[in-house]
């Protein structure tokens, strides 16, 4: 038995999840590592890196190289498609992206709001598209997106309210909203206007447009967005021709999602 010293047993599982986590980070974030590596990066000790690893190798999560180094497996692929595979309107949300980005000739994407991120579930890019650190898969703060705000507008106050609590409102660039009662009020105009917009609150130099996908209850699905230059979004392409683009898609999305 345990003395009363030792932390309880559910204390050491829970640290030994994290730390297997903390290694699947380390290799997402760095794409390929060593043992020396994730544990400078990490904090633990190489023993307990490499005992993690080996676990993870064991089940086709990561595989060594011929250096010893490690990357992530294709093991992801299917737990990826798992996950995807419980968001219902992917497939019809797919389809209209990439419309999007083909009549825009920007980056048109798609996110879903789980534990108050934005994920981004599918991105396409036009001809003229810049290309940003997005991704599919990719999470990010709400309060600074077009599609965040989209999705921020049509969720309950009170749920709005515990996001911002837990992720605070990080500053991007001087454009960024940082003020609860500001964002309030401008969530208040994205419901009534069904519209929202990001006027270089993620990046400099970067707009963007978004829109809600409801179901038939008004209860938030997800978030298209179009994205682009500010220097090439003029006034009348950003407030009047992309909107009424991303609107049709939510339209068609929407409709074909009763059958679902």
């Known amino acids: 038995m345990p003395s009363a010293a030792d932390p309880p047993n559910d204390r050491k599982r829970i640290q030994a999840v994290q730390t297997t986590l903390d290694i699947i980070d380390t290799l997402r974030e760095r794409g390929i590592a060593g043992v020396t590596e994730i544990a400078t990066e990490i904090g633990v000790s190489k023993g307990t890196v490499y005992n993690h690893l ?34 219902p309107i992917l497939e019809l949300a797919k ?53 965040g705000k989209a999705i921020l507008a049509h969720l309950p106050r009170e749920r709005v309210e515990a996001i911002i609590d ?8 001087e454009h960024t909203i940082t003020d609860r009662e500001t964002l309030f009020e401008q969530l208040e105009e994205v419901r009534k206007r069904g519209l929202a ?12 447009v978004g829109a809600p996908i409801k179901d038939q ?44």
């Not at 917009?197 to 963007?208: A, P, S, Y």
């Open 54 to 87: 080996v676990t993870l190798e064991e089940n086709d999560y990561v595989v060594k190289d011929e250096d010893d180094r490690y990357h992530l497996g294709l093991r992801f692929i299917d737990v990826s498609h798992q996950a995807t595979s419980r968001v």
């Open 95 to 147: 389809t209209e992206v990439d419309k999007l980005a083909e009549k825009s000739d920007e980056m048109a994407l798609f996110t879903v709001e789980e534990h108050g991120m934005g994920v981004c579930l599918y991105v396409a890019y036009g001809d003229q598209a810049v290309q940003t650190p997005l991704y599919v898969g990719h999470r990010s703060e709400l309060h600074h997106t077009a599609v």
């Open 166 to 173: 837990q992720r605070g409102l990080t500053k991007q660039t």
């Open 197 to 208: 917009f990001n006027e270089q609150e993620t990046i400099h130099g970067l707009v963007g």
């Open 217 to 260: 209850d008004g209860s938030v699905l997800g978030a298209l967005s179009i994205i682009g230059p500010s220097s090439r979004l003029d006034e009348e392409r950003f407030q009047r021709e992309l909107p009424d683009m991303i609107m049709r898609s939510v339209n068609i999305i929407e409709i074909n999602s009763t059958s679902l």
